[in-house]
Nanobody
Framework: QVQLVESGGGLVQAGGSLRVSCAAS????????MGWFRQAPGKEREFVAG????????VYADSVKGRFTISRDNAKNTVYLEMNSLKPEDTAVYYC?????????????????WGQGTQVTVST
């Protein structure tokens, strides 16, 4: 069982930056690929970024490519999402998720564990 707790969300102006974190408890964090998803009001949850269990491979949604960076620190059982050049359309609740195995996939159904989410609001 893996428990995930996100933190670092908040209010930021358009063009600004924010880093959200996800701390994992439970064994074998390094055995899980990790993903970030987001859900805006009235919209479906969508994939944002994923990272392999070793951290060597990352994948991004086209909408955030070049602006967001996912990383992980297996010694600290933590995954990060660095968000730059934020836009109002990035406003959403951001969730981290853990998937058993090497690679991160963009499909939410592939993930076994989810955090409770952290709100990110980008103002104009």
């Amino acid at each position: 069982q893996v428990q995930l707790v996100e933190s670092g969300g908040g209010l930021v102006q358009a063009g600004g930056s924010l880093r959200v974190s996800c701390a994992a408890s439970g064994p074998l964090f390094s055995s899980y690929a990790m993903g970030w998803f987001r859900q805006a009001p009235g919209k479906e949850r969508e994939f944002v970024a994923g990272i392999s269990r070793s951290g060597g491979n990352t994948v991004y949604a086209d909408s955030v490519k070049g602006r967001f960076t996912i990383s992980r620190d297996n010694a600290k059982n933590t995954v990060y999402l660095e968000m730059n050049s934020l836009k109002p359309e990035d406003t959403a609740v951001y969730y981290c998720a853990a998937k058993w195995g090497q690679s991160a996939y963009p499909s939410s159904s592939a993930y076994n564990y989810w955090g409770q989410g952290t709100q990110v609001t980008v103002s104009t």
